[in-house]
């Protein structure tokens, strides 16, 4: 958009600027976009009215482009025109945007899609009919600096087209910056992430700020900017980052289909067709790959191997989990809980478990009860967590394992809920109190007075890797990328929101596969 002025400032720095409106426009994550939002609709609108009555305006000197709406041409194009078909990729450029449907359809629904949709086709064939009518009649022209959307416009119009075009871009970024934060979101609620920070800077639902992320963006943006320097350098990572987002969705689109038992004929002609037009773009892109497409590839294999290798190893430490039926350890509990010989502990003793059965707990609690150091208390809590498919739902049930001795909650908390689980306890653990479900022997002290449900405290779990282990190469791997990569991993405490003061941490070594036929021999003197 900025390079739009260099028409008539040919010495223009455009990167400085454009750094400049990238930097504010990353600052303003942080105080969120709830305000500003409301003129988003509306802007892009002008927007995409303003591109179609000037391409109108241009096509209207040159009726005779129109001929390009016969297929025949495209044909033509690339069977019998030199290289026509390594210029499909240029060509591909202009369907981009569509592969964002998918996304947005979750957004906004698919009535407002298809409406929507319909008028920005209009004006974008208007406004590509307006450009190929002004380049045909300027055929032969040295463009240089002379950029043909800008040149189609009248003058009068020159000024307030690059502003509105500048205005539509930062809207189309911050729209991406938003996706972004809901995507990685998403991601680590189904444990395909790690955890990060998340914050709402807003009342406005669904709205969120993830600080890493938004400042690997910016680091990510700016330093495109510095490496490709001109827009038209960015055409082959571009080009090749949407060929491949549709190629994703194509594939999703035949599981999705498969799973739903759609007539297999119907599915193979699908996804002929499909991926017939997609793989002859994504061909004619590669041939840019050492021009920027290679750029698009090294990250996507990044994320791709963060992603897997998080899943992968999660799935291996989360298979060790050792779970026991609570049941039997109900008598020890209720001893080790009227035993004066040991310091009280807390009032509660809350635990987070992974079970979703309340008479099941992992094994690694009842070690920690009683052989890490002695947790003498009134009542434990065994906590479980569960992440909802709908975004918004707050609920939470209990149940009564042992009346007065041991108690069992489960949150169901919606994906964009943040887990403030010290809170939520907390005011569960009042509720609960106020109705009589459980009883504390209280002691004289006047804490009691202000707080007579009790003081309590949270005891967590921090893996490690064990020396014990003696994993073959293709197990090691992974799980010491795994440990590497955690180090960026919200930790448990800030991950629920729980209150650092009330928090235990106990370290715990994964043992995956321990050594074997350890070959130590006894020598005596």
Request: glycine letters at 6%.
């Amino acid at each position: 958009a900025i390079e739009g002025l260099k028409m008539e400032y040919p010495d223009l720095p455009v990167m400085p600027i454009v750094l400049a409106i990238l930097t504010g426009l990353f600052l303003m994550q942080a105080l969120g976009s709830n305000k500003i939002g409301k003129i988003f609709g509306p802007a892009m609108m002008v927007w995409f009215t303003m591109i179609g009555v000037m391409g109108l305006y241009a096509l209207s000197k040159d009726f005779s482009v129109l001929k390009a709406l016969n297929p025949v041409y495209a044909f033509h194009f690339i069977t019998d025109y030199p290289g026509g078909f390594w210029l499909l990729g240029a060509v591909f450029l202009c369907t981009t945007g569509a592969e964002a449907l998918y996304s947005d359809l979750g957004h906004c629904g698919r009535k407002n899609i298809e409406a929507s949709w319909t008028f920005i086709k209009i004006c974008l064939v208007l406004c590509y009919f307006g450009q190929a009518a002004w380049l045909v009649n300027h055929q032969g022209m040295v463009l240089g600096d002379i950029n043909s959307f800008f040149a189609m416009m009248p003058v009068w119009m020159f000024y307030p087209a690059v502003f509105v075009a500048t205005a539509a871009a930062i809207i189309a970024s911050q729209a991406l910056i938003s996706g972004t934060f809901t995507l990685f979101n998403e991601a680590m609620r189904l444990k395909l992430f790690p955890r990060l920070t998340v914050l709402y800077p807003s009342e406005v639902r669904g709205q969120l700020y993830i600080p890493a992320v938004n400042w690997a963006l910016f680091a990510g943006c700016v330093g495109a900017v510095l490496y490709f320097e001109e827009s038209k350098n960015m055409e082959a990572a571009f080009g090749l980052s949407v060929t491949l987002t549709m190629l994703m969705t194509t594939i999703l689109l035949v599981f999705y289909m498969y799973a739903k038992r759609r007539n297999k004929v119907f599915i193979a002609g699908l996804t002929l067709l499909f991926l017939t037009i997609e793989v002859s773009f994504l061909i004619a892109n590669l041939q840019k790959f050492k021009e920027g497409g290679f750029i698009t590839l090294f990250l996507g294999l990044f994320l791709f191997w963060v992603m897997y290798t998080w899943q992968y190893a999660g799935k291996i430490k989360d298979g060790l989990l050792k779970f026991v039926n609570l049941h039997p350890h109900i008598p020890m509990l209720d001893a080790l809980s009227n035993d004066t010989d040991i310091p009280k502990y807390a009032t509660h003793v809350v635990y987070l478990t992974n079970s979703t059965r309340p008479e099941k707990i992992e094994e690694r609690i009842v070690e920690s009860i009683y052989y890490k150091s002695p947790k003498r208390a009134d009542l434990y809590w065994f906590v479980h967590i569960n992440v909802t498919d709908e975004p918004y739902t707050m609920e939470y049930k209990t149940e009564t394992v042992e009346k007065d001795e041991v108690m069992s909650v489960t949150f169901n908390l919606g994906f964009r809920i943040v887990p403030r689980i010290n809170m939520l306890f907390k005011t569960v653990l009042n509720d609960l109190y106020e109705k009589k479900e459980f009883n504390v022997s209280h002691s004289d002290r006047l804490f009691y007075r202000h707080n007579p449900a009790g003081e309590y405290r949270f005891i967590i779990f921090d893996t490690y890797l064990s020396q014990e282990n003696e994993l073959p190469l293709w197990k090691r791997i992974p799980m010491k990328l795994y440990f590497i990569i955690k180090m960026i991993d919200l930790d448990t405490k800030r991950s629920f929101g729980l209150d650092h003061s009330l928090v235990t941490e106990e370290k715990v070594p994964l043992v995956v596969e321990s050594a074997q036929n350890i070959r130590l021999k006894r020598i005596t003197e």
